[in-house]
C-alpha cells in the first residue's frame, strides 16, 4: 500500500514536471528534435513499404491520432549489453479543444507479455493544440524479445488503442552491416 503511494507520488511529480518543463520549451523543440534524431540514426536508409506496414498504422485515441513511424533498437548509455527501444511517434489533435498527448500513458509489452520499464530520455509529454501536430519519441528498456505490444490509454477517458511492433530497426553496434 505504501509503494503504491510512493509510486502515485512520483508519478505525479514526473508528470507536474513534465507540463512544466513543456511550457518553458520553445517552439523550436520540433527543429532541435529532428536535428538530435538525424544525429542518433546511422542508417541512411530510407523507410520502405514493409516498414509502414509494421508501424505506421494511425489510430486514435480521445480524438488524438497516433502513429508509431519507426521502432528503433538503439545501445542502452549506461548499462553495457541492455538495448532500448526509440519509438518515434507523431500525434495530432484532430478536436476543437487541448489535449495532453505523454508517453507516461503508453505501456511496451514484450513477446513474453513482460512489461517494460520507461526509459527516463527525452520522452514525448505537451499539450497539444487543435489541428495541431508533434512528432516526438518514447524510450523503453528492452527485456525479452519482440514482436512488442504497444498500448496507448488516455488516463481521463480510459479510451485505448493498441499496436504491434514486429519490425525493430537495429541501430547498435552489432547489427549486421549493409
Request: net charge positive; charged share 35%.
Amino acid at each position: 500500500m505504501i509503494l503504491k503511494r510512493r509510486f502515485r507520488s512520483i508519478w505525479i511529480c514526473i508528470l507536474t514536471l513534465t507540463i512544466f518543463l513543456t511550457g518553458c520549451i520553445s517552439g523550436e523543440k520540433e527543429d532541435q528534435d529532428k536535428q538530435k534524431e538525424m544525429q542518433k540514426q546511422t542508417n541512411t536508409s530510407t523507410k520502405d513499404e514493409t516498414d509502414k506496414k509494421e508501424t505506421g498504422q494511425e489510430k486514435t485515441v480521445s480524438g488524438v491520432s497516433i502513429r508509431i513511424e519507426k521502432a528503433l533498437k538503439l545501445e542502452h548509455p549506461d548499462q553495457k549489453g541492455k538495448k532500448v527501444l526509440q519509438l518515434q511517434l507523431k500525434a495530432t489533435n484532430k478536436t476543437a479543444e487541448e489535449r495532453f498527448v505523454d508517453v507516461f500513458e503508453m505501456s511496451v509489452w514484450n513477446q513474453e507479455n513482460k512489461k517494460l520499464r520507461i526509459y527516463p530520455g527525452d520522452n514525448l509529454g505537451t499539450q497539444l493544440s487543435p489541428g495541431k501536430s508533434v512528432k516526438g519519441n518514447g524510450y523503453y528498456v528492452i527485456e525479452g524479445k519482440g514482436p512488442f505490444k504497444v498500448q496507448y490509454e488516455n488516463t481521463d477517458t480510459k479510451e485505448k488503442q493498441e499496436w504491434i511492433i514486429d519490425k525493430v530497426t537495429d541501430m547498435t553496434a552489432e547489427s549486421p552491416k549493409k
